[in-house]
């Protein structure tokens, strides 16, 4: 069973940033996409952003430029660094990762994030 352990949540207010980081033990991380999602309150839960095994990345709508996800296989760690935090940014902070062969994909316990207004 691969664990992913995320860190770096906290309270910030409004215009604040935050780095996010997720990290494993297991040698799998280097060939896999890791994702951070989000759960806000009321909502189901939802991709943030994507980065493949080769650094490429995808980052969703609501994201607008103030987010950046970045990858160091040296260290088995993702980040999301977070700038720009609104309140509506607020909930908890999940890690996934993707594996292809074979299919399957494990999630972090999450890290809380929480912007004042």
């Known amino acids: 069973q691969v664990q992913l352990v995320e860190s770096g949540g906290g309270y910030v207010q409004t215009g604040g940033s935050l780095t996010l980081s997720c990290t494993t033990s297991?040698?799998?991380?280097?060939?896999?996409?890791m994702g951070w999602y989000r759960q806000t309150p009321g909502k189901e839960r939802e991709l943030v952003a994507s980065?493949?095994?080769?650094?490429?990345?995808n980052y969703e709508g609501f994201v607008d430029g103030r987010f950046t996800i970045s990858r160091d296989n040296a260290k088995n760690t993702v980040y999301l660094q977070m700038n720009s935090l609104k309140p509506e940014d607020t909930g908890v902070y999940y890690c996934?990762?993707?594996?292809?062969?074979?299919?399957?994909?494990?999630w972090g316990r999450g890290t809380q994030v929480t912007v004042s207004s």
């Open positions: 996934r990762l993707d594996h292809p062969l074979p299919a399957r994909h494990y």
């Open positions: 980065i493949t095994s080769r650094s490429n990345t």
């Open positions: 297991d040698s799998i991380f280097s060939s896999s996409v």
